[in-house]
């Protein structure tokens, strides 16, 4: 049994090859390669409100009795004998700028967009992952653009991942023995873009050519846990994936929570 999965070491050479980059990958997969798709930035919208907030106009100083001096012994003068009122200073007004986050929706979309989005982006990544496993199942017959978008960096890595698999005769046996992975959180980074965390639970086994004995070489039956991230866009109102930009070892075993 060899120890390091193939699909392993084409993800640890993406990363060698370029910091912060990743290849493809899936939950059933160790060969996701880290070369990273341009990312747009990961902070939400936001947009600048300003509002004018009228200052307080000062009024005319009370009205008060004009000095005058009585003579000992009378009265004072009536106090309806009033001074003129100062002058009011101008009215002025101040600027605020306040920062405010703006949903990632359109204009007039229900209430429920960004849920319906969330729930669309999990189906998007499940299906990329079952169409990875297909794929890899006969990698001479897999179409790559059921599993990232046609011309993302995620395609063209897969693609030549696919090659790799087909030369050397190696292949994703039937039995997935559980393998499933779950979608931990959804992030848009603009109306059309968003990043997916994702926590794989890996238990697939990656066959060879027969042996002497005319049996499937086993070149990888590692158990393992590992957290990605991938990006995703909507086309035409279709999310698909594009690239997977970061992948965390998380050991051996199931480190993932239960699935959805």
């Given amino acids: 049994m060899i120890t390091m999965s193939p699909r392993v070491v084409i993800l640890i050479f993406g990363v060698a090859a370029a910091l912060g980059v990743v290849g493809c990958s899936s939950s059933t997969s160790r060969a996701a390669s880290t070369t990273a798709f341009p990312v747009v930035s990961t902070s939400p919208m936001s947009s600048t409100v300003s509002t004018s907030i009228p200052g307080s106009a000062a009024t005319s100083p009370a009205a008060t009795a004009a000095p005058t001096s009585a003579a000992p012994g009378t009265m004072p003068p009536s106090l309806s004998v009033l001074q003129t009122a100062a002058t009011a200073p101008p009215t002025t007004v101040v600027s605020i700028t306040i920062a405010v986050t703006a949903p990632t929706v359109d204009p007039g979309a229900p209430p429920d967009t960004i849920t319906k989005n969330i729930n669309e982006v999990t189906a998007a990544v499940e299906l ?69 965390t994702v926590c794989v639970f890996d238990a ?17 039956d590692s158990v393992t846990s590992r957290r990605l991230e991938k990006t995703l866009i909507a086309t035409n109102g279709v999310w698909v994936e594009i690239d997977t930009i970061s992948s965390t070892s998380l050991g051996e075993g199931n480190q993932c929570g239960s699935k959805r």
């Avoid at 599993?147 to 039937?174: C, E, P």
């Avoid at 697939?204 to 990888?220: I, S």
């Fill in 204 to 220: 697939a086994t990656t066959l060879g050519p027969n042996d002497a004995n005319g049996n499937p070489a086993v070149v990888d």
């Fill in 128 to 196: 990329s992952s079952d169409n990875f496993n297909k794929c890899y199942g006969k990698p001479a017959a897999c179409d790559p653009s059921t599993v990232y978008a046609s011309g993302s960096a995620g395609f063209v890595r897969f693609q030549d991942f696919l090659k790799d698999a087909v030369a050397s005769g190696h292949y994703l046996a039937t039995e997935l023995r559980g393998s499933y992975l779950v979608v931990e959180s959804v992030q848009f980074t603009g109306p059309d873009s968003a990043v997916a």
